[in-house]
């Protein structure tokens, strides 16, 4: 059993900057990819990226890439999101998720086995 809190979400102007921290209780964290999703109002959730159990492979869609980090700490149970060059469509509730694999090239929300509930990002324009 996974259990993962959000926090870090807030309001932020259109090219600033925030990082959001999704903090794993339980077992098998670090043996477990973890990726982060989002959610639009009006929209479905969507993958933003995801972290290879040792940290060492990263994805990110293509409309994050070059503006967001992901990162993880394994000994603090903790993956990261490092979010640069907001932009107002960036606005949604951000979920980290915790895969049933340690390595997935591929991110349907299907391989995600726990959520955590969702920490909100608001970019101003």
């Known amino acids: 059993q996974v259990q993962l809190v959000e926090s870090g979400g807030g309001l932020v102007q259109a090219g600033g900057s925030l990082r959001v921290s999704c903090a794993a209780s339980?077992?098998?964290?670090?043996?477990?990819?973890m990726g982060w999703f989002r959610q639009a109002l009006g929209k479905e959730r969507e993958f933003v990226a995801g972290?290879?159990?040792?940290?060492?492979?990263?994805w990110y869609a293509d409309s994050v890439k070059g503006r967001f980090t992901i990162s993880r700490d394994n000994a603090k149970n903790t993956v990261y999101l490092q979010m640069n060059s907001l932009k107002p469509e960036d606005t949604a509730v951000y979920y980290c998720?915790?895969?049933?694999?340690?390595?997935?090239?591929?991110?349907?929300?299907?391989?995600?086995?726990?959520w955590g509930k969702g920490t909100l990002v608001t970019v101003s324009s």
């Open positions: 972290l290879s159990w040792t940290g060492g492979t990263a």
């Open positions: 998720g915790a895969a049933t694999y340690g390595y997935i090239s591929i991110w349907p929300e299907s391989i995600i086995d726990y």
């Open positions: 339980g077992s098998l964290f670090s043996s477990r990819a």
